[in-house]
């Protein structure tokens, strides 16, 4: 039923799989999981925060009740946030990062997804107040008990990553990037996931093309009409193809939870823009030629 001989590089990102989106209810879960894997796509992105603190619960109800095999997947979540919410007694929406919370909130997400280790590990947001030495405590004490396989961070600038590496390994990058967020391509961050050899993932990786109206959206419209047809692929999957052709080979975190557009992202993989048709769309997007 399902082909997991090649992981995609598409990512399955879960935050509106939960209250913060489409609410699916447990077998629905069930079905998307699998539809997933039919795909090709076995990572799962979560985070702590995502649904109030109650998606990863939520998808871990149905990972358990899918007969899927752990090894079948992958599954990244993120810690770090404390998000105020009916589920926490906080006051003001800030960062934690000392060791003991940081192994106590990975150990929350097991028992939510239900599994024994998560793939990954990333903290959420950078904090002024980290101390790397804790950062690292952390990590060594989750890798040791076997809890977590590889650690990372989500929205670091490279100085930041330079920081925390002072005492841990970084292995993953997490950041926002399209057409539309373009500065990783020249604030150092994919350049960082490069020279670093560091797994880089991209959210929201459409942009705003399908949110915004607005001049941008205009530009890009008229470059990707003419470039559909030469490629035999809709907008999303020109968004998708732009991103993928970057050189840190970036994998986009997706997320739909429809079953079509995950098979159309992961179709999407297989166009190779020529270098001219890759600076059209970023000429485009940004208004002006390159330098």
Request: proline residues 5%; charged residues 25%.
């Amino acid at each position: 039923m399902k082909d997991t001989n090649k992981e995609s590089r598409i990512i399955a990102g879960t935050m509106t799989w939960g209250v913060w989106g489409s609410d699916l209810d447990t077998a629905s879960m069930e079905q998307l999981i699998h539809d997933c894997l039919e795909a090709g796509i076995r990572t799962f992105d979560h985070a702590d925060i995502y649904g109030g603190y109650t998606t990863e619960a939520a998808f871990g109800k149905a990972f358990a009740g899918s007969g899927v095999d752990r090894e079948e997947i992958r599954l990244i979540s993120k810690c770090g946030i404390q998000y105020v919410c009916d589920a926490r007694p906080i006051r003001v929406k800030h960062y934690q990062y000392d060791a003991d919370y940081i192994v106590r909130s990975a150990e929350t997400s097991l028992e939510n997804l239900e599994t024994d280790y998560l793939d990954l590990l990333l903290l959420h947001r950078p904090s002024p107040l980290m101390e790397p030495g804790e950062v690292a405590a952390s990590f060594d004490r989750l890798k040791a008990a076997g809890k977590v396989r590889r650690f990372g961070v989500s929205n670091f600038i490279p100085s930041q990553i330079r920081l925390i590496e002072t005492a841990a390994p970084v292995e993953a990058h997490q950041f926002e990037c399209s057409l539309s967020a373009r500065d990783p391509l020249t604030d150092g961050t994919l350049d960082d996931c490069m020279t670093g050899r560091r797994e880089a993932m991209a959210w929201s990786p459409l942009g705003k093309f399908f949110r915004e109206e607005g001049p941008e959206r205009d530009r890009l419209a008229a470059c990707m009409e003419a470039l559909m047809p030469k490629y035999g692929a809709d907008e999303s999957q020109l968004l998708l193809a732009w991103l993928m052709g970057h050189p840190a080979g970036i994998r986009p975190v997706v997320g739909t939870t429809k079953a079509k557009r995950l098979r159309g992202a992961v179709r999407a993989e297989k166009i190779e823009l020529e270098p001219e048709d890759w600076f059209d769309l970023l000429v485009a997007a940004q208004g002006h030629k390159v330098p």
